[in-house]
């Protein structure tokens, strides 16, 4: 069964690499308030956008598409059953992620709900990646058992 949604497995690597790094330049932007020089936004309307710098539309967007390159890359050996726990692990992740957000929805207020909505955006992606390769890890565990 062909996949249409998986890209080729060589692009986990550069996923990798631009979520690390978007991670840290997101990390640098929200607390210690780092900004990329000349990497503002000039508008004609300077009331609403006086001083507004990029750097945090960058460092998002790099975590979103690095989570999707290493969600979406397909795995050497592509089968029915990997696209089975693909499907359960991201059926999986939804569910934890919904979880912690109707439970932290009674414990957070305020800002620091708000804060936490933007961090849990990447809950999906991310239980959905732990989830996967710990699977794939428990499945290389059995074939190998049953080689022996």
């Known amino acids: 069964m062909k996949n249409s949604l998986l890209i080729p497995g060589k692009y986990k690597v550069i996923g990798w690499i631009i979520f690390i790094l978007s991670s840290c330049l997101g990390l640098a932007t929200s607390y210690w308030e ?28 790099g975590v979103v598409i690095g989570l999707m390159m290493i969600s979406f890359a397909k795995e050497k050996m592509e089968d029915e059953y990997l696209t089975l726990i ?36 990447f809950t999906v992606p991310i239980v959905f990646i732990a989830k996967f390769n710990f699977s794939l890890y428990l499945l290389r565990q059995e074939r190998a058992e049953d080689e022996k």
Do not use: H
């Open 34 to 61: 780092y900004k990329i020089p000349g990497f503002a936004l000039s508008v004609k309307n300077a009331e609403l956008f006086a001083d507004y710098n990029l750097t945090n539309e960058l460092a998002l967007a």
């Open 86 to 121: 693909r499907l359960k692990c991201w059926q999986w992740s939804v569910l934890i992620s919904f979880g912690i957000l109707l439970i932290l929805n009674f414990v957070l207020y305020g800002t620091t709900f708000y804060s936490f909505l933007v961090y849990n955006m």
